[in-house]
């Protein structure tokens, strides 16, 4: 394997509220109040990127909705109020962070714009601030090597896409803004699977910290890959830490190929003139098969074409599993003119376009069997944008592997997002005033960090095991646990730690929702056990109705599964009397199989040391009954 | 390049030789930073350096660590080649008058120093659409944040709006503060007189250099308008929503800044907007004077200062009248609480105050509606005491109105006779069930 060098930017979000307003940092369930439209105002002179032109025309178009809430989001986040202060909070925990690994921590902190024009942030660019910078005690430790870590910034997290389409982008604002800390290493990371560990490592640091936001989406990983004769990668948004080794292995595998695409090219003898051209097909593929091209053209669109000589089975040559070529080049087209995708001559005779009518493309465009093409079916201006942006792109093709920012998919494959920023064009934020880490460090005299292992010791401490103790700290439950076992008298601690483990595992595994349960009715649900309201068997369908039905009263749903004194009294006689005969013959050694039958009527609902209890004692009554 | 630092930390930096945007090193206690000074806000401290690192990232250092300071290579002056705009026979010429304000500056992104726009290449680069509605000239009269301008500002903008309006233009765009820019439109509607052609006010509550700035909409409305309208007024052009999809057309003296931040901070107040401006079109939304592009107007910049603005407050005392008089001032705008109304103690001093020949006149904090002080006590009080009621105009109207007024006439009589015309557009004869925040749901 070719040399690869890897450094990692992990996003976590805080548990405090947003960072320069005072809404909540809170994810809505229900649709926006209402949709602002906006559009960016950029200059030409900005924006640095391999096609400034056509990006500039592209956002110039393009028209960014804004769903807001009444209650939740506020003038702050639609940019329609200068920020307030930043969050103390948010800073406070940024500096705890920077001391845990041994970072310095900066002497004024001054916010800065980052310039974002996708419309991810209203105000078009995202505010983020220098925290701490990494020196040479800053490391994380792996079997591998050590890597340093470089940088802590606080930042604004963006809004989130609710709908993209050809010329618009909907947002929702509820997620714009929430504190988050950018945790960036040196790309000393040298193997996939080290990535992973490092990732894990500055995961577990950040949750010991008991200020950082749990679940789905809050912690993310941007991994940055450079390969030996390719080109530097970042990409974006990689949640789950065991997708890391894949996202970078299969990032080196894309990038081999596409240099060994280079080399056939170069051996071709392809040049750049070989790609070009610009034509109208509309005549053409108007006579296509029924399918969605005929669709499409008979709905009004037309269809261009370019030409790309000699590249015959180029364009449809696998880069990463079920990605080709084609695809990149697809990615260009959607991100720079909005178009839902290309066709390509590798993928053709297809939808509805037969052998016949390929030929007669070839012909208009005047290329033989051995080159290739690539069509687009929409109005002229946004194929003329598509197809140079296609056009670029297989050109440089014949360089090699540009540089880009690619967004990291669920299979661990990734696609082109935008073109590699230049240096971020950053500039002060005028509206914050900075802040003096002075006081926040003097504040911070004397404090001890507890490490993940501190947790975990303690965790250990209550009596439970150390795979439960790492599996609660992993799994972000902490503080659930301690709630719990402070409340829980009687119920023992190894109990309270596999139910909130084990038993959510493995019901989770079983397709049961146990995330939607809120915390404290799994600790309304323990504490019935533990008051002797609800037996320990009964618990697992407890959980399972909660998850079904969230906001559901715990005590009715344990009514379902418990069982009355009387009840249970009633239940003690009908066996009884079932059995008479061999209790009268057997006398007390009749219990075990009459505890066996009570417990096979009782199901879960009573304790099982109560129903025997209760069944000895009802079983010595008999006996003395029948004596007298 | 200059040093902006002050104190200790200027102290140090020139001992060094330093100065802004250069590159230097830093040797701290705790090691070296590498990364450009930049220059420091004189409000901040004097004890931290700003250093802008190579990611891009701005931290402020202590000077009390730093041991040393290393000028790797002195900051240079670069110069933006910006290609020039060619002069479109078929479009209008629109000169661009600039006063300062958000509108007028722009950050530079290599330095992230605030500096003003010098020609109108820059803003075409960023709004290339303004290339083909007119021939856009800049004309800068002052650099200033709207609420450090007065009178005599007022009157610079509006001599030099008359010579342009009298030399061809067809219109004019006047980028202002959006502070006060309530206040000059309504001193140009005064001193514009006979004007029969658009003078478009506009500015931006989102500053240009933000990819968010509310500026782009704003100037291709105001162009627009100052283009191909016929309004002959003086006008407001600035964004109608939160939205970058229209911007209002609002008479001069009847709209008013009635937000700190929002892009649709201003709002008309007893009148409906003029028109509705998109990028596509001008809708008209309510009667206006007709331009009349043959027209010459007449600048008249004769204007007394001394005029009083008061907001009145229950159980306020009635020295503060007394002492107004006492302080010279010619003139006093009240603005009283509901249909205009004063506390009745400071009545005696307002009767004095116009008995000595200080007009008074009386608007209203609402804001909206007319004033009438002929429905309570209080305000028959204050009529007989002499009070000129302001109808609809709003308080700041009346200030520069009655400025304007000291200006032309001393009698009493002429005061008020002049106070309680229409000269501009300023009093309504009547304000529909429509113009008033509430009932805008309806349209």
Known sequence: MKEIKVGLEIHQRLRT????????????????????????????????SIDPAARFELLRQRKFLYGIYFDGTCEVELDESPPLEMNKEAVEIAIKIAKMLNMDVVDEIHTMRKIVVDGSNTTGFQRTALIAIGDEKSMIRTDQGDVRI???????????????????????????GIPLVEIATYPDIKSPEQAKEVALKIGRILRATGKVMRGIGTIRQDINVSIEGGARQEIKGVQEPDLIPIVISREVDRQLNLLKIRDEILERGITEEDIGGFFDLTDVLKRAEKGFVRKAIDSGGSAFAIYARKMKGLIGREIQPGRRLGTELASYAKVFAGVK??????????????????????????????????LVISDRRTAEIALKSVADRLRYAIKGVPEETRRALEDGNTEFMRPMPGSA????????????????????????????????GRLVSYGISRDQAEEIFDEEKVELFERTSSLCKNLSRGFIASTLTSMMKYLRREGVKVELIPEDKLIETLLMVDQGALAKEAVENVIRDLAEDPNADVKEIARRYSMSQEELEKLIDDVISLHKDELMRAGEKAFSMLMGEVMKKVRGKVDGRIVSSKLRERIKKEISQKSL | MPLSYAGKAYALLERYNVEDYDLVKIITEKGEIVGRIMPRPSIFDDEHVIIKLPNGYNIGVNIGKISEIKVLEKAYQREEAIPEVEFRENLPYIPFIVTGGTISSRVDYRTGAVRAYEKPEELLDLIPELADIANIKYKPIFAEFSENLTPSHWKKMAERASEELNSGARGVVIAHGTDTMHYSAAALSFML????????????????DRPSTDAVLNLIAAVKVAAQSDIGEVVITMHGSPSDEFAWVLRGVKARKMHTSRRDAFIPVNSPPIAKVTREKIEIMSKYRKADESSRVEFDGRIDERVFLLYTWPGMSPDIIESIRSLGYRGLVIAGTGLGHTPSRIIPSIERLVRDGV?????????????????????????KAGVIPGEDMLPEVALVKLMFVLGHCNEMECIREMMLRNIAGEISSSISMRDFPPCWVMR
């Open chain 1, 17 to 48: 509220h947003k960072l320069f307003c005072n809404c909540p940092s809170t994810l809505m369930e229900m649709e926006p109040d209402c949709w602002i439209m906006r559009m960016m105002g950029v200059s030409r002179s900005e924006l640095g």
């Open chain 1, 341 to 374: 995708g290309i066709i390509h001559s590798d993928e053709l005779p297809n939808y509805g376009i037969s052998s016949d009518l390929v030929a007669e493309i070839r012909k208009r465009l005047e290329i033989g069997e051995e080159d290739g093409f690539i």
């Open chain 2, 193 to 208: 007189m006979n004007l029969r052609k658009p003078v478009v006010f506009v500015g931006s509550q989102r500053s240009i």
């Open chain 2, 359 to 383: 007009p008074v006149v009386m608007t209203s904090q609402t804001i909206f509606g007319r004033v009438n002080l002929r429905v309570y006590e209080t305000g028959r009080l204050l009529l």
């Open chain 1, 425 to 456: 064009r950053m500039y002060p934020e005028t509206d914050v005033l900075p802040v003096l880490s002075y006081p926040f460090l003097k504040a911070l005299e004397g404090w001890k960090p507890e490490f993940p292992e501190d947790i975990i």
């Open chain 1, 150 to 176: 470089a940088t802590l910034c606080l930042e604004e997290e963006s809004a989130f896409i609710a709908e993209t389409g050809p010329d618009f982008v909907k947002y929702r604002l509820d997620r714009l």
